[in-house]
C-alpha cells in the first residue's frame, strides 16, 4: 500500500512539473508580452493542437528553448485552437512537454485579426516571429521551422 502511495505521489508531481497554466487573451494583450521595452528577443510560435506540422514542430523549439535558456530570448507559444478546447490543448502542453508560456487566442474565427500580428499572414500555421522591440526587428515565417533555421535566422537579423 505505501509503494502505490508513494507511486501515485510521484505520478502527480511528474504530470505537474509539465503541467502550465494557459492563459486565454485577445491579440492587443499579447502584444503587450511581446513588445516590452527590454532587450529580449521573442520567438512567437502560433500553433495549433489538431496541426500535424506545429506538432512535429514543437519538440524542435522545446530543444531550441532548452539550448537558450540562459539567454535573453524567450519562446512563446500562442494557439489558435478554439477558446473553448482548453483541456484538450492542456493535453497537448503536457505531451509536449511545453515549459515556456503558452498562450491561447481568443479571437474571431474569421481570422480579421491575422493582420495585427503581420500585414502579409495568410493565416497557415505553424507560423512563428522573431520580434525584438529595443533593436526594431521583426521577422515573419508562416512555414514549419527545421532544426537550425531559428539560429540561422537570429543569426541574419543580428540577434
Known amino acids: 500500500m505505501k509503494k502505490l502511495s508513494l507511486l501515485i505521489v510521484i505520478s502527480i508531481a511528474f504530470f505537474l512539473g509539465f503541467s502550465q497554466e494557459i492563459k486565454i487573451l485577445k491579440i492587443e494583450e499579447l502584444k ?3 513588445t516590452k521595452s527590454n532587450d529580449t528577443t521573442y520567438i512567437v510560435n502560433f500553433f495549433a493542437s489538431w496541426c500535424g506540422p506545429c506538432m512535429m514542430e514543437i ?3 522545446n530543444k531550441f528553448q532548452d539550448e537558450h535558456k540562459n539567454t535573453n530570448i524567450q519562446l512563446l507559444y500562442v494557439s489558435v485552437d478554439n477558446p473553448n478546447s482548453t483541456k484538450k490543448l492542456q493535453k497537448v502542453v503536457t505531451k509536449m512537454k511545453m515549459k515556456t508560456p503558452v498562450f491561447l487566442l481568443n479571437e474571431s474565427s474569421d481570422f480579421s485579426w491575422l493582420p495585427a500580428i503581420d500585414k502579409r499572414w495568410q493565416g497557415s ?3 512563428t516571429m522573431i520580434i525584438n522591440g529595443n533593436k526594431k526587428v521583426k521577422a515573419f515565417f508562416e512555414t514549419p521551422l527545421e532544426k537550425g533555421q531559428l ?8 540577434l
Open 125 to 127: 500555421i505553424p507560423a
Open 32 to 34: 503587450k508580452v511581446y
Open 59 to 61: 519538440p524542435i523549439l
Open 151 to 158: 539560429e540561422f535566422y537570429l543569426g541574419k537579423l543580428g
